[in-house]
């Protein structure tokens, strides 16, 4: 198949189609609102799709519980006010253990915010952002290709483990254009979904009840701690990570999604001026690559973390450190994006710090 220049949300609307998706419900908000226009116009023409525009966010998210519980591939798409009001919804399809893939193309907040991009959503996606304790897995692309490849991964990765899986993107990855191919996929250890609500006969099987309210704390505690098995399970086999000319670098830039691409220039334009910088961006916030990290930390002289908001991965990449070797913030808020010239200036000023 050849590539097709596409819309980010174009590519990502069409890479869940490719990837056996069945129904989708949302609500428009900018700088997401081709992926629900796409649905719209491509979902008729696919047997067995549904496609609807929810009254609300709200709304959209309980649908999202529905279809998943009776076992669809079914998604949502929303920006980051809109997925806040989500949230409620997210964690009652967590607790309920069903898979389903709700994408985030971020926009600058907090609040309503504008539209331009951001990055300020990396602490709602990665450490839950609904009520109790759960986690998605939160994949953060940085191209529409890998937009679209993050798809049809997350699809698969939310039916093994039963449990949400988000695509967060920053508002450039949602209008940016780009060549990206897209083909269907068959992946053929996925298990059974013994478990979905899709009718009883009253003989062949267990009845099948789909649910996130257990009274008695003995039987909320056996979830809780299923649940948590499963995520120390995902972490020990799902973290997808990143590197770029880490072997010999005395400093490292840290960065997800878009900003992970400002990175690479600027580490090809630091080691253009004598200076070895190096990348790590992670694929996935969460899992986060502790570990890598960790072991970077051992030979490296700093860290520089560039993102688009005021410091959140942050929190994790000094986790990963754990204060072996010290780490610089760099931010832009409010839909600006940062510059190669500043990355590169502020491991200069890193380097005649570390030299002072």
């Not at 009520?131 to 039916?159: R, T």
């Amino acid at each position: 198949m050849a590539k097709v220049l596409m819309k980010g949300s174009e590519a990502i609307a069409e890479a869940a189609l490719q990837a056996g998706c069945k129904a989708f419900f949302g609500y428009p908000i900018t700088p997401q609102n081709q992926i629900p226009e796409y649905m719209s116009k491509r979902m008729p023409q696919i047997e067995g799709c549904s496609f609807i525009q929810a009254e609300s966010e709200v709304a959209a998210i309980n649908m999202v519980y529905g279809a998943a519980g009776a076992g669809a591939r079914v998604m949502t798409s929303s920006s980051s006010p809109g997925v806040s009001l989500k949230q409620e919804g997210i964690s009652y399809i967590a607790c309920a253990e069903l898979p389903c893939l709700v994408v985030n193309v971020m926009r600058s907040g907090p609040g309503l915010g504008g539209i331009l991009p951001s990055q300020g959503d990396y602490f709602q996606a990665a450490k839950g952002g609904g009520h109790g304790d759960y986690h998605m897995i939160v994949l953060a692309p940085s191209s529409v290709q890998e937009a679209a490849d993050m798809v049809m991964d997350g699809f698969d990765l939310a039916d093994r483990y039963r449990t949400p899986v988000m695509i967060l993107a920053d508002g450039m990855i949602g209008q940016m254009m780009e060549p990206v191919e897209i083909r269907p996929r068959e992946t053929k250890d996925l298990p059974e979904k013994t478990w979905a609500a899709t009718g009883w006969d009253g003989h062949s099987r267990d009845r099948a009840i789909v649910t996130s309210l257990y009274i008695s704390p003995e039987s909320m505690t056996e979830t809780s701690d299923r649940m948590k098995a499963r995520y120390r399970e995902i972490e020990e086999k799902e973290v997808q990570v990143q590197e770029y000319m880490t072997e010999d670098a005395d400093y490292i830039i840290a960065a997800f999604g878009t900003i992970g691409r400002i990175a690479r220039k600027a580490a090809n334009e630091a080691r253009a001026q004598g200076l070895k910088v190096g990348v790590i961006r992670p694929k996935t916030v969460w899992p986060f690559p502790y570990k890598t990290f960790e072991e970077a930390a051992k030979r490296v002289k700093g860290f520089l973390t560039v993102e688009m908001n005021h410091g959140q991965m942050l929190e994790d990449v000094k986790i990963g450190v754990a204060g072996q070797a010290p780490v610089e913030f760099l931010g832009t808020v409010g839909g600006n994006v940062p510059d190669t010239r500043a990355i590169v200036e502020a491991i200069r000023k890193m380097e005649a710090g570390s030299n002072g």
